[in-house]
């Protein structure tokens, strides 16, 4: 076994962010005594709370407090009420409400009703969630409250950080006023802000030797998803534009049944992309570590990170399925590769000019090389992101294909400069899609992607006899595809059932260029599964149309269909289009609702009106690669 530890340095950043709540600035603990160690929380879908959360730990060690980052997966109500002092860093997830991992105490928090049961309990909360939604930060909102009402005495206001604006910046402001009051309450050691060890050491497996024993078997949470997903054989990918000159979208079909996997109609599939080999070359040849060198990361004493790779593996296989090699960099990352750099002022630069680096899309690997950096792996594996999955609403029925998922995907990259930087998941597609099926190689072996089923807020009504409205341009007609595919199922497994009307709304720029599954709308229009089928082309005509334009054409029969006939509404795209369609159905239902704000409000509790949208920041791309 081969062992290699090193350090690393790093600085707060400072600049404004939002809060929340009045906070108190308490100078000691309610006994007076020292805390002795400072518990971190965090419930967080793909990273971006986990990430903070993290980050302070790390810190608050440089800083000599004893820090312990604890997953709410493993939350015990008798171990909170217990604690002196806590921080929670906290995302929304689907209706503003927990993510997976803190369900359990987000549960706990609704249920429990002893006023001064954590009266002894000092926090504070940093929220993550993006302005662009409604329920911005809700689940820190609430959590607040709760906590509160619990008799939890607040020693800081509430941090909304937001994806939309500069999530990155919200986190230093919020903690910049908060390390003057940790410091005050908690039992300081030796400090040292310049610098925080590793977590792990590095542990090379030779042929022969027995495997390192490793005491601790808490993954990392993307980590963990990975290794409860599964391999799915890619059955066929196909283009579906008329035209590829702009881009590319792809229809892509994979054997969810061989794997063992189930799904239901408007669910989602997480999928998890690989770097492109070239990139994993190129970071090779800088550093030297070895592709075919086999590792494991083991636990240092008194490290309570969670393990960032599955068991033993490759070096060549960490960088090609886990480490992020591509995304952007935080000024944090940033700042902990400056330390490893030959000449440190071109990293300093890059976070002097974080703006501009930002819009430069430059990677971990560019930075490498124009820096010249050099770092042992076990150092470059705790500062690089995880990879984590990407999520693609089903187009298909699990009732007409309960055995193959199908996917509906449109490639992602953008022109800098003289370079074409394309995003990590399209990379794959492309990569996979010529290998493998352009042209179609018959005998070949089937292409692998790892992935998972998760549930979305869509979900299509069996047999429903009240009107559905799909609204869904570009891409956003995903789960769409699946609704009237089962829809026609219905239609021929009972001719005389009695069906409401099923109709879609549809845009994109060009009916000859990228009016994706035509053919098969046109068909199902033609076959009456689709009553009515409304398209908009934008740059077809003189007057731009979109599909927000027809929903006001078609304002009468929606509203017919919502009030008389207990209709529903969903709504999938960009966050500007499903803003769009927000005012337009607000002012479709004036006059006929005393307040048509409040009525869209009352649906969507009411699930009769779902919206799916993503933006700049979603939770595919969120700005400085943290996913909520």
Partial sequence: VVSTQSTWGFQGMEKKGAKLGGGEDSKQSSSGTPIQELIIYFGSQTGTAAGFAKTLG?????????????????FDPATLVKQPLVLFF??????????????KFYEWMQKETKKDLLKGTMFSIFGCGGSSYKLFNKMAKDSEKWILELGGKQIHPTGLGDAAEDIEADFANWKKDLWPILESLCKCGSKDEKASKVNFEFAEILEGKPLPVVPSTEYDLVVHQYMTSKDLEVINMT?????????????IQLNNGKAGVTYATGETLAVFPRNNPETVEKLEKLQGWGLKKKFMLIPLPGSTASLPFPGALTIEEALTQFCDLTGPLSKTQLTKLECFAKDPTVVAKLISNYEEFKASHKSIVDV?????????????AEIANRIVPRYYTISSSSKASPNVVRLTVVLVAKTIGTSVKKGLCSDYFERMFNASFNPIKPGAVLPIMRGFVKTSIFNFPPKCQAPIIMIGPGTGIAPFIGYIEEREYEMKQDKAAKLGPLELFFGCRYKAKDFIYAKELTAWKDNKVLTDLHLAFSRDTGKKIYVQDLVKEKRDRIVKYMKEMNGVIHVCGSLLMGSAIRTALVEAFKGHFPNPEAYLDELEKANRYATELWGQHNIISVLNNYIL
């Fill in 58 to 74: 790390e810190e608050a060690t440089s800083r000599g407090i004893t820090a312990k980052v604890v997953d709410l997966k493993n």
């Fill in 90 to 103: 906290l995302a929304s997830f689907g209706k503003g409400g927990p993510t997976e991992n803190a369900k």
């Fill in 239 to 251: 283009q579906i534009r008329q035209s590829t000159e702009e881009t590319s979208t792809y229809m």
């Fill in 368 to 380: 490498i090389a124009e820096a010249n950096i050099k770092l042992p792996f076990v150092d470059f």
